[in-house]
């Protein structure tokens, strides 16, 4: 059994997955002001996931990273709280497209020297599952993911991941990125006496000028709500049913 030093997780502010929202009235996107935020659940999977090895042995330090306003540390204070040793916040104040957030990451990567990157499949904002993928792509490791199980030994992660057909293994070298799917874990409870640790531990702030970011490719034209669900319909007989199923187009 090997000890990875450094173990990179990244942890995206959202809002709390227990809120409705509701879209702005001009269309121009998702009303947040005075919602709950908190850790993206995947990403907080995939910390969790970071606390376990370290508590078996098998990771020395773990360190959590945030690309957001001011306001998302914390977030990484909740992160530190469960258990990272340290924090790290790129100072972003609007939205950055996967691609720049990979990029971004890249750079942390490069610096910090991970044996292992964890994070969410997907935030539950955009849904959008690509950061991952990208900054493996980026960084030319390996990678794995929607992670029901991972285990690590002797520099490979031997990951179960979880397909449309059922259940996948595989095993990548390290160091790689693995992205955490819902089923890897179930995350603590932050306990009072580490709520009081984390405000003691370092956060470090980086400025967005100091990354190179490539230019903006996508623009949101329009965010509309779903439509509303059409009142169900009872009827007397199959043939009802056959009928109205091929009135609405579905046979």
Same mark, same amino acid.
């Given at each position: 059994?090997?000890?990875?030093?450094?173990?990179?997780?990244?942890? *995206?502010?959202?809002?709390?997955?227990?809120?409705?929202?509701?879209?702005?009235?001009?269309?121009?996107?998702?009303?947040?002001?005075?919602?709950?935020?908190?850790?993206?659940?995947?990403?907080?999977?995939?910390?969790?996931?970071?606390?376990?090895?370290?508590?078996?042995?098998?990771?020395?330090?773990?360190?959590?990273?945030?690309?957001?306003?001011?306001?998302?540390?914390?977030?990484?204070?909740?992160?530190?709280?469960?258990?990272?040793?340290?924090?790290?916040?790129?100072?972003?104040?609007?939205?950055?497209?996967?691609?720049?957030?990979?990029?971004?990451?890249?750079?942390?990567?490069?610096?910090?020297?991970?044996?292992?990157?964890?994070?969410?499949?997907?935030?539950?904002?955009?849904?959008?599952?690509?950061?991952?993928?990208?900054?493996?792509?980026?960084?030319?490791?390996?990678?794995?993911?929607?992670?029901? *199980?991972?285990?690590?030994? !002797?520099?490979?992660?031997?990951?179960?991941?979880?397909?449309?057909?059922?259940?996948?293994?595989?095993?990548?070298?390290?160091?790689?990125?693995?992205?955490?799917?819902?089923?890897?874990?179930?995350?603590?409870?932050?306990?009072?006496?580490?709520?009081?640790?984390?405000?003691?531990?370092?956060?470090?702030?980086?400025?967005?000028?100091?990354?190179?970011?490539?230019?903006?490719?996508?623009?949101?034209?329009?965010?509309?709500?779903?439509?509303?669900?059409?009142?169900?319909?009872?009827?007397?007989?199959?043939?009802?049913?056959? !009928?109205?199923?091929?009135?609405?187009?579905?046979?």
């Amino acid at each position: 059994m090997s000890e990875i030093e450094t173990i990179l997780v990244c942890a *995206k502010r959202v809002v709390d997955y227990n809120v409705r929202v509701h879209v702005r009235s001009d269309g121009s996107g998702v009303a947040i002001d005075g919602l709950k935020m908190s850790v993206n659940p995947f990403d907080e999977i995939a910390l969790e996931e970071a606390l376990r090895f370290r508590e078996r042995g098998q990771a020395k330090e773990i360190v959590v990273v945030s690309i957001g306003e001011d306001a998302a540390q914390q977030q990484l204070r909740s992160a530190l709280a469960m258990g990272a040793d340290r924090a790290i916040l790129v100072r972003a104040e609007r939205a950055l497209e996967p691609y720049a957030v990979a990029r971004i990451l890249l750079e942390i990567v490069r610096r910090e020297r991970p044996g292992l990157v964890l994070m969410g499949k997907q935030a539950i904002d955009d849904d959008q599952n690509q950061t991952g993928q990208m900054l493996a792509a980026l960084w030319d490791r390996p990678q794995a993911t929607f992670a029901s *199980k991972l285990a690590i030994d !002797a520099g490979v992660a031997t990951v179960t991941r979880e397909t449309d057909g059922g259940l996948e293994t595989i095993e990548i070298d390290l160091p790689g990125v693995v992205t955490a799917d819902l089923r890897l874990n179930e995350p603590r409870y932050a306990k009072l006496p580490e709520i009081l640790k984390a405000k003691r531990k370092p956060l470090e702030t980086l400025e967005l000028d100091a990354f190179t970011l490539p230019s903006d490719s996508l623009r949101v034209i329009e965010t509309r709500p779903p439509e509303p669900r059409a009142a169900g319909r009872i009827v007397a007989s199959v043939d009802d049913l056959l !009928a109205a199923l091929e009135e609405r187009g579905a046979l």
